[in-house]
Structures are given as C-alpha cells and as structure tokens.
C-alpha cells in the first residue's frame, strides 16, 4: 500500500489532525524539486491540510512528520509577517554583481536570484532545525527516515563550501554556508555524523555555526519563528537586507 510509505509518521499525522481539527491529505509530485510542501496557502477554502511529497525520496516517513510539525507551529503561532528584502537592498546586489564583473542583465538577474533564495532559507532553516530536534525527542519512531532525510540535506550542503567566491557577493554566500554548516552541526549532534560537520570548520565558520544553533536549541519552546529568525537576522548582520512585512 502506498501509505507503507509514510506509515511511521501515522502517530504524528493523528496529532496534527487532532490539533488542528482538519485532515492531513498526501499526495504524490514527482516535479518536486525538493522533498516535500505543506499547501498553506490552499487551507482556508479546501479545509484540509495537503501534504506534496516527492515520491522518489527515501525519507519520505519524516517529509510527511516534518511537514505537520510545520503545520503545527503555524496553527499555534497564527504569525502573518512575512520576510522581505528591504528597498534598496536588491539594487545594492545587482551594484554588487556588477563590480564582481558582470554586465547588468547578469547582475539583476543574479541578484534577484541569490537574494531571494538567500532569504527563503533565512526564514526556514531556523525552525526546521527546530522541528527536527522535537520529531527527534518526541517521535523516536520516525528517527530511521530523519537521518536518511538529514544526511541528505547536509550532504548537499557541503558543495556550497567549494563556489568562488569572487562570483556571489560576501555577505550572500557567508550567510549561505554558515546556515548550511549550522545544519550539519545540527545533524552531528542528533545523529553523530561528525564528518558533515567538519568541512565547515575547516573553513573556519565553527564559531558562527555554533552560535546560529545555540539561537535555536537555547530558545524557549514558545519561541515563534519570527523570533528565532530575527535572532538570525542579528547574528548574521542581516538587518540592513532583510525586514518583516504583513500583506
């Protein structure tokens, strides 16, 4: 059955459903180019909770676990901020760009780009490195599917360890490789996988990935996202990038 799948997030699912007083529904997308997507923005008018799920993924029990945590926390916290490029910031990239050598079709381009895919993991890896430490404490039943989920993603990361850096502006990619080394050290503690973590100390971000994390792991358990995220914003200097908005 297809459900064999996901069966080890069943516990986890009739949790979300119980507290959130709507189904969980899972469904199968192959175009995925990553592992799996709550469909928030569809809860309101279908009144369930649709989870999409790459069916190629071997770690498809905890993107399922994963992915009603985040419903969880979004039904708990009721938080509408959502994170922006501040005006200017975006222009100040593609001025950036620019001076690395490219012209500014490129430049634009690329900013836009590196700026918003930097600000998507800024707002996300935050708390998905703290869903991960309560699926770890509370759904032990689930712990074979998040360490294939969590090797995968760490591994991944480590390439961005290796881009020139005389292609991304400093700031784009500091921020990118501590996040990801944050990540791994997260895994390290978790699943005692030292070696993800040591490409990132040897390029010397030991010091900011622990501090990233710290953020995360020394936090109160009422601790939004928002709040955790702004604590990133701070130690990652971001403010003058970044702000929050309500739509």
Not at 16 to 29: A, G, H, M, N, S
Not at 35 to 54: D, H, M, P
Not at 117 to 127: E, F, T, V
Request: aromatic share 10%.
């Amino acid at each position: 059955m297809i459900e064999d799948n996901y069966k080890a997030a069943a516990r986890l699912i009739a949790t979300t459903e119980e507290q959130t007083k709507l189904p969980v529904r899972i469904d199968w997308d192959d175009q995925l180019t990553f592992g799996a997507i709550l469909r928030l923005s569809e809860v309101e008018w279908s009144k369930q909770l649709r989870i999409s799920v790459n069916p190629k993924r071997k770690d498809i029990a905890y993107l399922v676990g994963s992915q009603c945590a985040v419903a969880l926390r979004f039904f708990s916290q009721k938080e509408t901020k959502h994170l922006v490029s501040k005006a200017g910031s975006v222009d100040k990239t593609i001025n950036e760009f620019i001076q690395l050598g490219f012209n500014a079709e490129q430049a634009e381009l690329y900013a836009k780009h590196y700026e918003s895919g930097l600000g998507k993991q800024l707002r996300g890896m935050p708390s998905q490195i703290a869903i991960s430490s309560w699926i770890y404490k509370n759904y032990p039943e689930l712990r074979d599917s998040q360490k294939v989920y969590a090797l995968t993603e760490a591994e991944s990361a480590i390439p961005s360890l290796s881009v020139d850096s005389t292609q991304i502006p400093a700031w784009i990619l500091n921020s990118h490789q501590a996040m990801n080394g944050a990540f791994a050290l997260a895994t390290d503690y978790l699943f005692t996988q030292n070696e993800l973590f040591e490409p990132y100390k040897a390029k010397g971000l030991e010091g900011i990935c622990i501090k990233l994390l710290d953020d995360v792991i020394n936090s109160a358990p009422e601790t939004t996202d928002t709040e955790l995220v702004s604590l990133w914003l701070n130690r990652l200097e971001l403010n003058d990038r970044f702000e929050w908005n309500t739509f």
